[in-house]
């Protein structure tokens, strides 16, 4: 079903001849996205309709927005990039109700750059991890509290465990008989999340970060000119968390020579050079704003987001995928192998460059 806006949105926005006025931008997996044209604003302005089943209370999302916005514009000529102004609505709120009950936002369009889904020059890939360091820089500067968790448990390895332990039970059992194998692998692999349990109970060595916890290169914005990053975008999940967050996230997303939906398994292996530049521009912004503990730890940050998230689209499957989109049947048992070879891969990597055996350290 093609997204809409709703009348009431249509309205207050001035937005009568809104089929010409307003163009869907994407409808995506998470939030929907229309770029508009309304006489409120000289220019065009993103709105978009916040996902109420994933985000269930939009004030905070919006709320966090705002914070992390004040806290770029206070000192934006000391980063790269920049973050989208939220703008208000009419009543000079920056949250519009509609007749069924959605929530609604508008930010600034950032005009003249390009998204894009796959690096195609080291350079992007360093350009990208290097803004997301400062992004955690910068953010640094907001005390943790100050922000709302828009997703609980978001990134704890402990929690996922036990949501993967109890899948096992209450599954479908069909597919847990078929995925013995694979069960068996990750719970040889306990030890991961005993690592995890520790340093989050080491708060003076590794404290709570504001982390964007979604630093995929999508959700960054290009200049359409160069290798350099316009924008930061998707702050939804930005919100209290852990060192490895980010850095894991665009190692499991970047430095993989597929993706995650691919099924030939032999193919699935870390490209060292892609890894190396994750690391090295992420560090290039960070390194001297972290304690010690954590830039000894900065390699298990991969192995815990991939084991992570092997754990939730194997949980997923034996939940009779209630989570993830699927196109097929079988896709997330497929999506669990491939993040297990991964997973696999990083390992022997670590090893082979680092002597670090994640699995015997």
């Known amino acids: 079903m093609i997204p809409t806006i709703p009348i009431s949105l249509i309205h207050y926005l001035q937005l009568p001849n809104h089929e010409e006025a307003c163009q869907l931008l994407s409808n995506g997996l998470i939030n929907q996205t229309w770029i508009c044209k309304t006489p409120l604003y000289e220019s065009p302005v993103v709105l978009q309709q916040i996902n109420q089943h994933v985000f269930k209370k939009p004030l905070e999302v919006v709320h966090n927005h705002r914070l992390i916005y004040e806290t770029w514009q206070q000192q934006e000529s000391n980063y790269s990039f920049k973050i989208a102004a939220p703008l208000p609505f009419p009543d000079h709120t920056f949250i519009f109700f509609d007749e069924m009950g959605q929530a609604w936002r508008m930010q600034e369009l950032i005009a003249d750059t390009v998204s894009i889904t796959k690096p195609t020059h080291l350079k992007q890939l360093f350009e990208a991890a290097r803004c997301f360091g400062e992004f955690a820089r910068m953010t640094q500067k907001i005390n943790s509290q100050a922000l709302f968790s828009t997703l609980d448990n ?54 709570e970060r504001i982390r ?73 912004s960070l390194e001297n704003h972290s304690t010690p503990e954590e830039n000894t730890w900065i390699h298990w940050s991969g192995i815990w987001i991939i084991y992570m998230q092997c754990l939730r689209f194997i949980t997923d499957y034996f939940s009779n995928d209630q989570y993830y989109r699927i196109e097929y049947p079988q896709q997330n048992w497929d999506r669990a192998w491939n993040q297990f070879y991964l997973l696999k891969a990083l390992e022997k990597h670590l090893y082979q460059k680092f002597n670090f055996d994640p699995l015997n350290t």
Not at 174 to 199: C, H, P, T
Request: aromatic share 12%; glycine share 6%.
């Open 154 to 207: 978001f990134h704890n390895l402990r929690y996922r465990y036990e949501q993967f332990q109890t899948s096992k039970t209450t599954g479908n059992t069909d597919r847990i008989n078929q995925g013995a194998s694979l069960i068996s692998q990750l719970e040889n692999r306990i030890k991961y999340v005993s690592q995890f349990d520790i340093i989050t109970q080491s708060t003076l060595q590794f404290p």
């Open 212 to 284: 964007h916890h979604d630093a995929k290169i999508a959700n960054l914005l290009f200049y359409k000119s160069s290798h350099k990053v316009a924008a930061i975008l998707d702050l939804d999940t930005t919100m209290p968390g852990y060192f490895f967050s980010d850095l894991g996230d665009m190692i499991r997303s970047m430095a993989g020579k597929t993706d995650e939906n691919h099924t030939t398994l032999q193919d699935i292996g870390i490209d060292e050079e892609a890894y190396d530049t994750i690391i090295k521009g992420y560090q290039s």
